[in-house]
């Protein structure tokens, strides 16, 4: 085992506790904008997709590399952009907006 | 990889983990919102240095980022509040898509021979992300109501999904040990596509929030896998807090319904026997109906009135209209709460969301502990499009699905006003006593209209 794998060993062991850790407290009525939130953050895929792109010159490369670019900035975007419509709604009466007609 | 990029990495991580933080309080969480997406772009910035581009790597990343970004943004702004269940499912389903084709891709790289560090957690990767995409897809449909939310069972079932399980592992074997053929590869992608699918047809639409948040666990355990593949940090940290911050979270929630987790995902509901019981309760007994017009009088002439909000009334649209029947009650000096179950609407937190949306002071809101206490002092339980999380067949009869799930007392309140839109059982396809209780009164009709009726009711009382 060589000293890279050792030290990613080390970060997804550590990982796993402060996950678990730092959830532990969430209040039952932000379980759905945590979730969402935490959906968002594995959109990090994005990083992976841009890896495997960014050196595509093969056909077979080339689709695969578009499909998961699309994919994951579906994730990452979507993602972020859907907690934050859920959380806008928690900040309270003092800034009342005109109600949307629906 | 060099410092620079290894120590933006770093920043990235420590923002994920503060941002996760910050969404623990309801007056942090937009920040900590804010705070995860800086560390995402951190970490994105910090990769591109890193990459040798050729032109069709940076024309296919181009237009892939311009596409998903379009996607995403007008996915998720044009999205109704009550649809939210299935786009979170979209959005985690994509992503265990793009970590599966990550694996692939890196896998094919490798060609021959890649050693087993790199296709151990390629395979998992494609596996586990292969099972998330095409279970979310199924857990999208079933909530979009593109087709049944009822459990889909079949005898055998579980045979059929346990050989699914069984030819992947063998698949796997194979994959490591023998050789990297693309072949073996696109089986394996599509076995576990299958399983995918297999796996969440038996769940009712009642557990589909935890079979969500179970997937979207997983995909944070592929990207994390991909992140070994790639020898990157920031994916191995970011996928793995939420492969265990989401893990906790089902748990949570499977919690919060009373059932285990393995019954949850294996036990398909026991749809049979419930809907048998449903058809045979009803026999032969009578509910009482009641008018507009007596029922705003009763609320008008109340101290005390206790709402318990459900998902007839995400429905229905009618979180304004509820707001409105409560406005026109205090105005009168009738005190109003809302009572929120665990998993009120589709999703824990779910109602909390669509009320705060019709502006609901956050005050009003009382968690299921926090009020059970007080139903013995209200004067009228108005219960809206709710219905399994007020069922006392919960605590009292130990064959029924829902058995230890804990409930709102709603019987013990003095009146008990049910609003529904058809005598139907809940989600979980079962009868409800509380219905036939002589303190309860049917008001049948859409929810948004009936509640409607009823501030005029009031107003006129």
């Known amino acids: 085992m060589n000293n890279e794998l050792l030290n990613e060993l080390t970060f997804f062991v550590l990982a796993i506790f402060v996950g678990i850790e730092v959830i532990s407290k969430v209040p039952t009525i932000l379980h759905t904008p945590l979730m969402s939130g935490t959906n968002a953050i594995h959109g990090i895929i994005l990083v992976g997709a841009i890896v495997i792109a960014a050196g595509a010159s093969s056909p077979v490369n080339i689709a695969i590399g578009l499909v998961a670019v699309i994919l994951a900035t579906t994730n990452v975007v979507g993602g972020f952009v859907v907690t934050d419509r859920m959380l806008e709604m928690f900040k309270g009466r003092q800034a009342p907006k005109t109600p949307e007609s629906k | ?461």
């Open chain 2, 1 to 461: 990889m060099t410092i620079a990029i290894a120590l933006a990495y770093l920043v990235a991580a420590v923002l994920f983990i503060l941002g996760l933080k910050q969404l623990s309080s309801p007056k942090g969480a937009r920040n900590g919102n804010f705070t995860a997406a800086a560390g995402m772009v951190i970490a994105l910035l910090a990769t591109l240095p890193l990459l040798h581009f050729t032109t069709a790597g940076v024309t296919i990343i181009l237009i892939g980022v311009a596409i998903g970004g379009v996607v995403g943004v007008v996915g998720a702004r044009r999205v109704k509040m009550t649809a939210i269940p299935q786009m979170v499912a979209l959005f985690n389903g994509v992503g265990g898509g793009a970590a599966a084709l990550v694996a692939v891709a890196e896998l094919l790289r490798f060609g021959e021979h890649p050693t087993f560090t790199v296709a151990f957690p390629s395979v998992f990767s494609i596996v586990i992300g292969s099972v998330s995409f095409a279970g979310s897809m199924v857990a999208f449909a079933k909530l979009q109501e593109l087709m049944t939310g009822t459990p889909i069972t079949y005898p055998g079932q579980q045979l059929v999904n346990g050989l699914l399980a069984a030819a992947i592992v063998g698949f796997v074997i194979a994959v490591l040990a023998v050789a990297s053929v693309p072949f073996s590869f696109v089986s394996l992608m599509v076995l576990a596509l299958v399983l995918g699918v297999a796996f969440v047809l038996p769940i009712g639409g009642a557990d589909m929030p935890v079979v969500i948040s179970l997937l979207n666990a997983f995909t944070g355990l592929a990207v994390a896998a991909s992140g070994f593949t790639l020898n990157n940090f920031a994916l191995i940290v970011a996928g793995t807090l939420v492969g265990a911050s989401g893990s906790l979270l089902t748990k949570m929630m499977s919690d919060a319904m009373g059932r285990s987790l393995v019954s949850v995902l294996f036990g398909a509901f026991g749809k049979v026997q419930a809907g048998a019981a449903a058809v045979a309760g009803q026999e032969g007994r009578s509910v009482r109906s009641a008018s507009a017009e007596d029922l705003g009088t009763l609320l008008a002439y109340s101290r005390r009135v206790i709402i318990v909000p459900g998902y007839g009334l995400a429905v229905a649209q009618a979180q304004h209209a509820v707001r409105e029947l409560a406005d026109v009650l205090e105005k009168r000096g009738v005190e109003v709460s809302y009572a929120i179950h665990p998993v009120a609407g589709r999703m824990p937190g779910h109602m909390n969301v669509l009320l705060a949306e019709a502006n609901v002071p956050y005050e009003q809101l009382k968690e299921m502990d926090e009020i059970n206490d007080e139903f013995k002092n209200a004067d009228v339980v108005l219960i809206v499009g709710a219905n399994d999380v007020v069922n006392p067949a919960a605590r009292t009869s130990p064959g029924s699905p829902i058995f230890g799930m804990p409930i709102l007392n709603a019987d013990q309140a003095k009146n008990i006003v049910f609003m529904k839109r058809s005598m139907r059982p809940g989600f979980a396809g079962i009868d409800n006593e509380l219905m036939f209780d002589p303190k309860t009164m049917m008001f049948f009709g859409d929810a948004k209209e009936s509640l409607t009726k009823l501030v005029s009711a009031v107003k006129a009382a």
